[in-house]
T-cell receptor, first 114, second 112 residues
Framework: ETGVTQTPRHLVMGMTNKKSLKCEQH?????MYWYKQSAKKPLELMFV???????ENNSVPSRFSPECPNSSHLFLHLHTLQPEDSALYLC?????????????FGPGTRLTVT | GNSVTQMEGPVTLSEEAFLTINCTYT??????LFWYVQYPGEGLQLLLK???ADDKGSNKGFEATYRKETTSFHLEKGSVQVSDSAVYFC???????????WGAGTKLIIKP
């Protein structure tokens, strides 16, 4: 595997379910990110981890819970979601947190909350 | 605050046409500017970037020039192909937290 991988690619869940999204980067990067992409809206940064430590939480509801056990893996735990949480969830990584650093994205998980 | 404004899409062109996708920004100081592209079913990937005023980023025939005086970073390509059909995102980084500030994206459709 190369680059940034995400599983599952598609997920349908009820509002009372608990599920987790997984992201893995094979690039040796130190920073990882979760984004939410909704139609016709700018990407919303949710969480940032740098060297496994959470450095940003952009007012994300507590029904989303991130976990970063090491620099290569990032999880997003989901519980009691709402239909408006349906979106494409993108994981990204970058070498560090510098102004010029490129972010590398995974293909995303398409989440549908019923 | 910092923000990025892109032209609304979709933009529909014929193959070999000239492309311009407008991007303007609001930021203090000197942000770094980026264009990312998202092909159908894929994540975003960096297309080009510029880190200081008057820099020109280029890649795969696309170009964008960092214009401080007009706070713009318009994306151009001289002759588009069907394979260029995708969503294009303009973004900037600024500030001590190095967050990327994103535009809403512009969908480009190229017809044969």
């Amino acid at each position: 595997e190369t680059g940034v991988t995400q599983t599952p690619r598609h997920l349908v869940m009820g509002m009372t379910n608990k599920k987790s999204l997984k992201c893995e980067q094979h690039l040796g990067h130190n920073a990882m990110y979760w984004y939410k992409q909704s139609a016709k809206k700018p990407l919303e940064l949710m969480f940032v981890y740098n060297f496994k430590e959470q450095t940003e939480n952009n007012s994300v509801p507590s029904r989303f819970s991130p976990e970063c056990p090491n620099s290569s893996h990032l999880f997003l735990h989901l519980h009691t979601l709402q239909p408006e949480d349906s979106a494409l969830y993108l994981c990204a990584s970058s070498q560090d947190r510098k102004l010029t650093d490129e972010q590398y994205f995974g293909p995303g998980t398409r989440l549908t909350v019923t | 605050g910092n923000s990025v404004t892109q032209m609304e899409g979709p933009v529909t062109l014929s193959e070999e046409a000239f492309l311009t996708i407008n991007c303007t920004y609001t930021a203090t100081g000197y942000p770094s500017l980026f264009w990312y592209v998202q092909y159908p079913g894929e994540g975003l990937q960096l297309l080009l970037k510029a880190t200081k005023a008057d820099d020109k980023g280029s890649n795969k025939g696309f170009e964008a020039t960092y214009r401080k005086e007009t706070t713009s970073f318009h994306l151009e390509k001289g002759s588009v192909q069907v394979s260029d059909s995708a969503v294009y995102f303009c973004a900037l980084t600024r500030g001590s937290n190095y967050q990327l500030i994103w535009g809403a994206g512009t969908k480009l459709i190229i017809k044969p």
